[in-house]
């Protein structure tokens, strides 16, 4: 039995510090989202420092939306640190099926170790293998088709898999769950996907290898919807709901997350 | 007699994917005025995928904000493969008559053919080689006196050509619009004219080649000054006004937009 | 005795041109923060005219957040402008003291003659080249811990050297003050401190070589903490809260500001 507010009271006490190698429209909120959560936020990308900054970071998270050469060689050098340290990082694969380019950084990242994988249904079938109608970054398909996907990509790399949407789906070797929090407001903002990805690294901050990060990512996606639920009541329109939402990272108590998340073995 | 109505009903209802090759400032925002409004954005610029991921795209738009040789290569080769295939691109001349290398630029990006070329005056006026005292990106002519500059580009390039200020200036070969929709708070907030930018892509996209873009153009530009005015009333200043213009391109129906489109031909 | 609402008034009747080469996390921010102030944001930073930009511009902010090669060479070349023409740029040395490639840019910026340099107290420790624990852009020191090295810094190098934090200060040759305006909310919003050293280029635009930076600076900084103290009040969270600061930069009057600094002599 996962027990989110135990995860939200551990990342609040360690404050860790989260490296993150993103892309360019979603640097800002990533910032915001890890702060107001209790985490503490840094994004250095270039390769003549991303090594020797893992290596004081406490967990990374590498999303590759706006990517190109010269983030990939940070991006891979810092992956690079972790791995080899016993650090965690998560991997965001934005659209990774959309083009050859991105399917093979998709593909060299992959081989360096993630702890964490987190895309929507789209990018995980894409990142397996398996077949996808990917359209730029949005979850062309449905989630559950892709718990396959999420499966067999856990099974082959180790990773912890969460496929996110509607409902999101999390892999972890034999054990799965589905976390039924969450708000559609969510995907009318931009970058809430990213910097999810961003607060998973947050929650796993701080295991060593071989711990399972399953409970702790499971914990994050629900603290994440249950922030967008409560944004979402009241809201206006995608503008004053993304401002409610950083208010409520910020409010939500491990009391409240303890009520409300939903998560269910699967 | 143009419906802007009729414009926003067929975006929403197409929901374009529109790529965007934006300047560092405006991507977060260009993203969330894109969902907001009802289309779908993608950030794709580096030249080793920004072509591939341009042959899936309805739209493009091209921002020379923050440009350098790498993204510059990524937009020319974004465009051609759109001007080839037919499909509509807008390009966003910011400050281009403030330096040598962006007036280089920018006079490269003319010539590959944009269907929509959305500035204010002292853009349009350096674009089209008229005197400017352009600083910045900000309006430092009044729309006026661009007009003839805006006639003589159209001319020269076949596209059309907005200048967006306290009135729009809209030309699409003999044919011109005024609209008079918007709000000075409008350029109290940074990236806003970036994001109109990229809104137009969205209205024109799905467009053959030689179809008429100019009142797919007045329309965004209608529906984006509503939105500005209807954001401005109850806002206690920039920082509330940004959030209702978001929640405003989310709420607006197209009843409203054809009673608030104040548009007249010029 | 500084009067921060004169300069207030002289930043808003000259509207300066600031021009910025910051991080790809503080942009969009840094600029809305000096269009609510009442400045006038220019974001270039490419080595092909960030020198040619920077001779039209009225100041210049450079700041390291997420820099890389491309970027330090058009920071040096912009601030290499300033200072050949007696104009006056802002360094902002975030986490300089991180990695060995933070400190070689910083060491190598700060001998391009800035201005003002503002930074958190770990930074400026760095800088000075003092010990600190540095942690990302956290301020990991006391401020008090930091004024002895600011002291440093100011008389080594002959800028105006500001340590923000929960209490600020200020040192101008021998001259130094400490300026009490806040709110701790301001620490859960990325890229505030960023944004305020583009503010203090503002504060300081328009001055000539030799001439006291210290006052402008002290009053950008009050002014600052006196918006982020009208904003905290009755904000929700950090979402809420920098929503409301935006407009209070804009709202704050002279006279609120003459009203409401708290600036004493250190």
Redesign the interface.
Known sequence: MIDPAAHLIHMRATAP?VHNIA???????M??VL??AGA???????R??AA??AA?AHALSVNI??????WVEGMAEAASVMTAAGKPWVLDPV?VG?????RRVGADLLALGPRVIRGNASEIMALAGATSAG????AADEVAAAENAARALARSTGAVVAVTGPVDFVVDGDAAWRVSNGDPMM?????LGCALSALVAAFVAGQAAGEAAGPATVAALAFYGLAGERAAAGA?????F??????????ITPADLRAGARVAAA
């Open positions: 510090l892309n360019y429209v979603s640097m800002n909120v910032a915001n702060l107001a503490s936020p840094a994004m250095i990308h270039a003549e420092e020797e900054f004081i939306g706006t990517l190109s050469p010269p659209a959309a083009t050859a380019y991105r359209k730029g970054a949005d995907t009318k903002v931009t970058a206006a329109g995608p503008g004053s993304a401002v409610r939402f950083i208010d409520e990272l910020h409010a």
